[in-house]
């Protein structure tokens, strides 16, 4: 098993930044997949961005914006944030991709989850 824990969310004005991290324990190889989603209230959870086989992907509305990264050494998982919009404004969750699959965007393919972080984007 894996356990996740994500932090670095907060309360940030329009056109500001922040930096999610999620670190990693437990069962963990260097080519596991990982994937940060949001969660805003009344809505389901979307695919943000993910890491992993040699290769990244980001929903449309956050590309040129949000950049993940990985820090294998540290078992972290990055998302610098920059540009923030209100519609930004969510709860972000880390997870680890089911180890074989290529659905990086789906929700249902994803075996773990952490407990999510605040991130609030208003002036």
């Known amino acids: 098993q894996v356990q996740l824990v994500e932090s670095g969310g907060g309360l940030v004005n329009p056109g500001g930044s922040l930096r999610l991290s999620c670190v990693a324990s437990?069962?963990?190889?260097?080519?596991?997949?990982w994937g940060w989603f949001r969660e805003a209230p009344g809505k389901e959870r979307e695919f943000v961005a993910s890491?992993?086989?040699?290769?990244?992907h980001y929903k449309n509305s956050v590309k040129g914006r949000f950049t993940i990264s990985a820090d294998n050494a540290k078992n972290t998982v990055y998302l610098q944030m920059d540009r923030l919009r209100p519609e930004d404004t969510a709860v972000y969750y880390c997870?680890?991709?089911?180890?074989?699959?290529?659905?990086?965007?789906?929700?249902?393919?994803?075996?773990?989850w952490g407990q999510g972080t605040q991130v609030s984007v208003s002036s």
């Open positions: 997870g680890r991709l089911q180890r074989g699959s290529f659905y990086y965007s789906r929700t249902q393919y994803y075996e773990a």
């Open positions: 437990g069962d963990i190889v260097s080519s596991d997949y």
């Open positions: 890491i992993g086989y040699g290769d990244t």
